[in-house]
């Protein structure tokens, strides 16, 4: 039966048995898997056909074979598509009376009737009914007639599509040359003239079905614009940028428009992978809206995968390009997490273990804040595991108000006094003065200095500015200038380090003489 055939298919594509075969009840609920028992039946009758001319002729079994192998590769292909579809795997959780819009149908019954089509040519074929017993024959009237069916279907199926505004001139002008040839077939019964018709009315038909799926991709993407434009403000809001709503403006006057660039075959083609393109786009924002349904952080989801530190980073590099546009930006930094955003509901299972385990982890923050005078840099917690730092972190600021949060420090309010800070900026003035002059003095030894006394004058000035200005310090600024100040007495210590040890050498060496 095509339904076990159906949920097998799923199954060796990598999904677990009980998806499945939900989805197999979406497909069947939504009428499609009528049309795959159909084709199911067919590709059964022609196996069976082909079996029986196997002995007979072994040469038009080998090559009907290998036609009927591509098509039911295809078959596999078209089901493992509908696996993916999010109009059937992301509502498997939901009800099964939530309906499955016709529009997302049509592309897949296109694709059944392709298939279905080859199958049954095989089935004619190997029956004795084939190409090849027609053209012994010359061209006859019912396929003429039949060739002629066809024609009279794509006519009406343009004339649905430009009523609803797509514009097929290059289409109508590959059938009015197909019909000249069905013509001159009529007149002479060419065999040669009726292959050729019948090679274009393919290509036509494949054409016909892509377009048919572009407009299909297209009223799927703008049916979902409304959630997908409140997800990139969201995403703004969680990155402090402007980028996600620019690339949501350039993704919807896009896809408005994809029809009126519908000029020439080649556009077919191309039209097809840039919709297929934005609908990925549109599937990895629809799988954040659950997260901004309920309020959570899908970078902080993220934080918690594996490898999801790395994309976190890879997504800190896209944002500080000045290279890229913004909505470039956007857009790589959702290729980025494509298909890395856990489910909603792991999420909040795992977050619902970091809350069983926060009291011990906030205590150990809050003994680390007085340790460190108040404030923390997410690499000093080392009893928490790396994945957890970030979300525990912010878990921490949320719940604490006088605890906030700047970029990777936790800072106690205590931290960010007025006197606080002026008594850091006398501390590292007095400390980078100090340090001054001691490089002055290695330079008088004719030890290279100057790099390191220039960072130091750099230091002092920004020092002095916020001394006259305090409002305009951030303690993060502080931070990083008492930090570079730490990095140079730890190269000042390296260097003596080296400079005893080598006249405790020269030493040693005088000493043996």
Same mark, same amino acid.
């Given at each position: 039966?095509?339904?076990?055939?159906?949920?097998?298919?799923?199954?060796?594509?990598?999904?677990?048995?009980?998806?499945?075969?939900?989805?197999?009840?979406?497909?069947?609920?939504?009428?499609?898997?009528?049309?795959?028992?159909?084709?199911?039946?067919?590709?059964?009758?022609?196996?069976?056909?082909?079996?029986?001319?196997?002995?007979?002729?072994?040469?038009?079994?080998?090559?009907?074979?290998?036609?009927?192998?591509?098509?039911?590769?295809?078959?596999?292909?078209?089901?493992?598509?509908?696996?993916?579809?999010?109009?059937?795997?992301?509502?498997?959780?939901?009800?099964?009376?939530?309906?499955?819009? !016709?529009?997302?149908?049509?592309?897949?019954? @296109? /694709?059944?009737? %392709? *298939?279905?089509?080859?199958? $049954?040519? &095989?089935? #004619?074929?190997?029956?004795?009914?084939?190409?090849?017993?027609?053209?012994?024959?010359?061209?006859?009237?019912?396929?003429?007639?039949?060739?002629?069916?066809?024609?009279?279907?794509?006519?009406?199926?343009?004339?649905?599509?430009?009523?609803?505004?797509?514009?097929?001139?290059?289409?109508?002008?590959?059938?009015?040359?197909?019909?000249?040839?069905?013509?001159?077939?009529?007149?002479?019964?060419?065999?040669?003239?009726?292959?050729?018709?019948?090679?274009? !009315?393919?290509?036509?038909?494949?054409?016909? @079905? /892509?377009?048919? %799926? *572009?407009?299909?991709?297209? $009223?799927? &993407?703008? #049916?979902?614009?409304?959630?997908?434009?409140?997800?990139?403000?969201?995403?703004?809001?969680?990155?402090?940028?402007?980028?996600?709503?620019?690339?949501?403006?350039?993704?919807?006057?896009?896809?408005?428009?994809?029809?009126?660039?519908?000029?020439?075959?080649?556009?077919?083609?191309?039209?097809?992978?840039?919709?297929?393109?934005?609908?990925?786009?549109?599937?990895?924002?629809?799988?954040?809206?659950?997260?901004?349904?309920?309020?959570?952080?899908?970078?902080?989801?993220?934080?918690?995968?594996?490898?999801?530190?790395?994309?976190?980073?890879?997504?800190?590099?896209?944002?500080?390009?000045?290279?890229?546009?913004?909505?470039?930006?956007?857009?790589?930094?959702?290729?980025?997490?494509?298909?890395?955003?856990?489910?909603?509901?792991?999420?909040?299972?795992?977050?619902?273990?970091?809350?069983?385990?926060?009291?011990?982890?906030?205590?150990?923050?809050?003994?680390?804040?007085?340790?460190?005078?108040?404030?923390?840099?997410?690499?000093?917690?080392?009893?928490?595991?790396?994945?957890?730092?970030?979300?525990?972190?912010?878990?921490?600021?949320?719940?604490?108000?006088?605890?906030?949060?700047?970029?990777?420090?936790?800072?106690?309010?205590?931290?960010?006094?007025?006197?606080?800070?002026?008594?850091?900026?006398?501390?590292?003035?007095?400390?980078?003065?100090?340090?001054?002059?001691?490089?002055?003095?290695?330079?008088?030894?004719?030890?290279?200095?100057?790099?390191?006394?220039?960072?130091?004058?750099?230091?002092?000035?920004?020092?002095?500015?916020?001394?006259?200005?305090?409002?305009?310090?951030?303690?993060?600024?502080?931070?990083?200038?008492?930090?570079?100040?730490?990095?140079?007495?730890?190269?000042?210590?390296?260097?003596?380090?080296?400079?005893?040890?080598?006249?405790?050498?020269?030493?040693?060496?005088?000493?043996?003489?």
């Amino acid at each position: 039966m095509a339904s076990e055939y159906v949920v097998a298919t799923l199954t060796n594509a990598g999904m677990d048995e009980r998806t499945a075969r939900v989805i197999l009840e979406r497909i069947r609920r939504s009428g499609l898997l009528e049309d795959l028992e159909n084709l199911y039946d067919v590709i059964g009758r022609a196996k069976e056909s082909l079996e029986e001319v196997k002995d007979k002729d072994p040469t038009t079994y080998t090559r009907l074979r290998a036609r009927a192998e591509a098509a039911e590769g295809r078959f596999r292909e078209l089901i493992e598509d509908i696996g993916r579809d999010p109009a059937f795997s992301k509502l498997v959780r939901l009800s099964f009376r939530v309906e499955i819009p !016709l529009r997302v149908l049509i592309p897949y019954r @296109n /694709k059944v009737i %392709e *298939i279905k089509d080859i199958f $049954e040519e &095989i089935l #004619s074929e190997s029956r004795g009914a084939g190409p090849l017993s027609r053209a012994s024959m010359g061209v006859s009237k019912e396929s003429l007639s039949e060739i002629k069916g066809e024609v009279d279907k794509i006519k009406e199926q343009i004339s649905r599509m430009e009523g609803e505004g797509v514009s097929l001139d290059f289409i109508k002008a590959d059938v009015k040359r197909a019909e000249d040839l069905l013509s001159r077939a009529d007149e002479t019964a060419s065999i040669a003239a009726i292959k050729m018709v019948q090679k274009s !009315l393919d290509q036509i038909k494949g054409d016909m @079905n /892509k377009i048919s %799926e *572009i407009i299909a991709r297209k $009223e799927r &993407i703008i #049916s979902v614009l409304s959630k997908v434009k409140k997800v990139c403000q969201y995403l703004d809001r969680l990155t402090s940028s402007d980028i996600y709503e620019a690339f949501y403006e350039r993704l919807s006057s896009h896809i408005s428009a994809v029809e009126n660039e519908l000029t020439s075959r080649e556009d077919v083609g191309r039209l097809l992978d840039d919709t297929k393109r934005l609908e990925n786009y549109v599937n990895t924002l629809l799988d954040l809206y659950p997260f901004m349904d309920r309020g959570m952080n899908p970078f902080d989801a993220l934080s918690l995968m594996e490898e999801g530190l790395d994309v976190l980073d890879a997504m800190k590099a896209v944002m500080a390009d000045e290279g890229l546009s913004k909505e470039d930006k956007a857009a790589r930094c959702l290729d980025l997490m494509r298909g890395r955003i856990a489910n909603v509901d792991e999420f909040m299972e795992i977050v619902s273990e970091a809350r069983r385990l926060y009291p011990f982890w906030k205590s150990y923050i809050m003994s680390l804040l007085k340790e460190k005078g108040y404030m923390v840099h997410v690499d000093d917690l080392e009893k928490i595991p790396k994945k957890w730092r970030g979300l525990i972190m912010r878990m921490v600021s949320s719940e604490d108000d006088d605890i906030v949060m700047e970029g990777d420090l936790v800072i106690h309010k205590r931290a960010i006094s007025d006197q606080v800070l002026e008594e850091e900026l006398n501390s590292i003035y007095e400390d980078a003065r100090i340090l001054r002059d001691v490089f002055e003095k290695l330079l008088r030894l004719e030890i290279p200095s100057e790099g390191f006394i220039s960072d130091i004058n750099d230091i002092i000035a920004e020092v002095g500015r916020m001394k006259r200005d305090p409002d305009e310090a951030s303690f993060l600024e502080v931070y990083s200038i008492k930090k570079r100040i730490n990095e140079i007495k730890d190269h000042l210590k390296s260097l003596f380090s080296q400079l005893t040890s080598e006249e405790a050498e020269e030493g040693t060496n005088k000493g043996a003489e």
